[in-house]
C-alpha cells in the first residue's frame, strides 16, 4: 500500500488472504501516520519550550530589584516604578496590567498579519 500525500510504502506477505495482508497493511500504515503525528507534535512542542526559554545572558533580564534607589524596573514592557517596598510586599497590580496590556498589543499585532 502507498499512502500518496505522505509517500509512505507498506507491504505485507505474512498472510495466506489478500484481503488479510491489506488489513495488516492498513494498521502497520495507521500507526505509522501516528507516529509521524505523534513526532511532529513532540518536535512543535520542543520548539515552543526551546523559545520561552533563554540563554540566562544578561540583556534577557526579566526584572531589576535596586534596593538603594527603591526601583524596580520590568525591561519586558520598560516599566519602571520606585515603590520597591510594595513590590516587595506583594502589590504586583501595576506591572501585572502592564504585562497584560502588551500581551494583548501583541496579540492584536499578530492578528492583523
Same mark, same amino acid.
Request: glycine residues 6%; hydrophobic residues 35%; charged residues 30%.
Given at each position: !500500500?502507498?499512502? #500518496? /500525500?505522505?509517500?509512505?510504502?507498506?507491504?505485507?506477505?505474512?498472510?495466506?488472504?489478500?484481503?488479510?495482508?491489506?488489513? #495488516?497493511?492498513?494498521?502497520? !500504515? +495507521?500507526?505509522?501516520? &501516528?507516529?509521524?503525528?505523534?513526532?511532529? $507534535?513532540?518536535?512543535?512542542?520542543?520548539? $515552543?519550550? *526551546?523559545?520561552?526559554?533563554?540563554?540566562?545572558? @544578561?540583556?534577557? *533580564?526579566? *526584572?531589576? &530589584?535596586?534596593? /538603594?534607589?527603591? *526601583?524596580?524596573?520590568?525591561? @519586558?514592557?520598560?516599566?519602571?516604578? &520606585?515603590?520597591?517596598?510594595?513590590?516587595?510586599?506583594?502589590? $504586583?497590580?501595576?506591572?501585572?496590567?502592564? $504585562?497584560?496590556?502588551?500581551?494583548?498589543?501583541? #496579540?492584536? #499585532?499578530? +492578528?492583523?498579519?
Amino acid at each position: !500500500l502507498i499512502h #500518496k /500525500p505522505t509517500g509512505i510504502v507498506v507491504a505485507c506477505q505474512e498472510e495466506r488472504s489478500q484481503i488479510q495482508n491489506r488489513e #495488516k497493511c492498513m494498521r502497520m !500504515l +495507521a500507526s505509522k501516520l &501516528y507516529e509521524m503525528e505523534q513526532e511532529r $507534535l513532540d518536535s512543535e512542542v520542543t520548539g $515552543l519550550r *526551546r523559545s520561552q526559554v533563554g540563554t540566562g545572558m @544578561r540583556n534577557e *533580564r526579566i *526584572r531589576t &530589584y535596586n534596593f /538603594p534607589q527603591g *526601583r524596580v524596573t520590568d525591561h @519586558r514592557v520598560g516599566l519602571t516604578l &520606585y515603590r520597591i517596598d510594595a513590590v516587595m510586599d506583594g502589590d $504586583l497590580d501595576e506591572i501585572i496590567n502592564a $504585562l497584560a496590556t502588551a500581551d494583548q498589543a501583541e #496579540k492584536l #499585532k499578530s +492578528a492583523h498579519q
